[in-house]
C-alpha cells in the first residue's frame, strides 16, 4: 500500500511565533538547513525531530505534520 506524502505546517507556525528559521533550528538541535527542507516538504525528519518542533512550537504534531490525501487515479 502507497502512503500519502508528508505534508506540515511548520513554516506557518513558526512564523505565528515570530520565530526565524535560524532561532527554530537553533532550539531543535538541528541545522538551519534542515529546517529549510522541512519547510519546503523536501525532507521527512526522524520522530525525533518531529517531537522537538512540537514542543518547541508549542503544538500536536498532528497539527503541524500530516499526510496528503491520495487521489484515485
Given at each position: 500500500?502507497?502512503?500519502?506524502?508528508?505534508?506540515n505546517n511548520v513554516r506557518v507556525f513558526r512564523r505565528?511565533?515570530?520565530m526565524t528559521q535560524e532561532e527554530l533550528a537553533?532550539?531543535?538541535?538541528?541545522?538551519r538547513q534542515t529546517i529549510i527542507s522541512i519547510e519546503k516538504?523536501?525532507?521527512?525528519?526522524?520522530?525525533?525531530?518531529?517531537?522537538?518542533?512540537s514542543e518547541v512550537l508549542n503544538k500536536p504534531i498532528e497539527k503541524l505534520?500530516?499526510?496528503e490525501k491520495e487521489t484515485n487515479d
Open positions: 500500500m502507497k502512503r500519502g506524502k508528508v505534508i505565528t511565533l515570530d537553533n532550539k531543535v538541535g538541528v541545522h516538504q523536501k525532507y521527512e525528519p526522524a520522530i525525533g525531530v518531529v517531537l522537538t518542533i505534520f500530516y499526510l
